[in-house]
């Protein structure tokens, strides 16, 4: 499956109210170690279809997105599962080490405790 690209209006149905994980790739045109992974993402949809989705947000298109993810610095790669960020990968990274930090495994997305969230799980907070 290529990879979606998202905007305002599917980023809550594509993302946040997926029923499988979402890894997105927030970048811009201009940026050229964006474009060095973009190979990388289309390489890991192919390899990961129909267990995870692979989308991008360009930030110049969709600057509230981007705030609202905190992105400061890309090409920044989150990973989405219930609608909730669980991993994520800052820079320009070979396909396999993309897939590690981003926690990929044979049941979609790796490293998430239903039952916590994300600062909780950084910071050992129950």
Known sequence: MPVLTLTTSNFRQEVLESDRPVIVDFYADWCGPCKQIAPAMEALSEKWDER???????????????????????PEVLSFENGEVNNWCL??????????????????????????????RLFGRP
């Open 52 to 74: 995870v989705r692979f989308a991008k947000v360009d930030i110049d298109a969709h600057p509230e997105i981007a705030r609202g993810y905190n992105i400061s610095s890309i």
């Open 91 to 120: 820079g320009a990274k070979p396909a396999y080490l993309m897939e590690s930090e981003v926690r990929l495994t044979k049941r979609g997305v790796g490293g998430k405790d239903p039952n916590k969230s994300l600062l909780a």
